[in-house]
Nanobody, 126 residues
Framework: QVQLVESGGGLVQAGGSLRLSCAAS????????MGWFRQAPGKEREFAAA????????TYADSAKGRFTISRDNAKNTVHPQMNNLKPGDAAVYYC???????????????????WGQGPPVTVSS
């Protein structure tokens, strides 16, 4: 089991940027694909972005393409989504997730992830 601790949530104006962080407590971080999901009030948890074990493959939800960039630092056991041009529709609780995966896999569904962070809220003011 991997413990995930997130930081970086908060309030941002529409059009602004925010960088979230997720730190993983494991000695085998490179065994894990990492994903970010978000959940707005009254809505289901939805996929935002994912990155493969080595960082060479990333995938994004259509709503995030061109605005979000996910990266990871395997030396520090961290993963970071950089979110630019934020919109009010991006407001949600953002969850970091981890799963053991094959080398280039980038899982997109919540059921494929075993470990989850606590979810920092992101608020976007118009």
């Amino acid at each position: 089991q991997v413990q995930l601790v997130e930081s970086g949530g908060g309030l941002v104006q529409a059009g602004g940027s925010l960088r979230l962080s997720c730190a993983a407590s494991t000695r085998t971080f490179t065994n894990y694909a990492m994903g970010w999901f978000r959940q707005a009030p009254g809505k289901e948890r939805e996929f935002a972005a994912a990155i493969s074990r080595g960082g060479g493959t990333q995938t994004y939800a259509d709503s995030a393409k061109g605005r979000f960039t996910i990266s990871r630092d395997n030396a520090k056991n961290t993963v970071h989504p950089q979110m630019n041009n934020l919109k009010p529709g991006d407001a949600a609780v953002y969850y970091c997730a981890a799963t053991t995966a094959q080398a280039f896999a980038v899982p997109k569904t919540p059921g494929e992830y075993a470990d989850w962070g606590q979810g920092p809220p992101v608020t976007v003011s118009s």
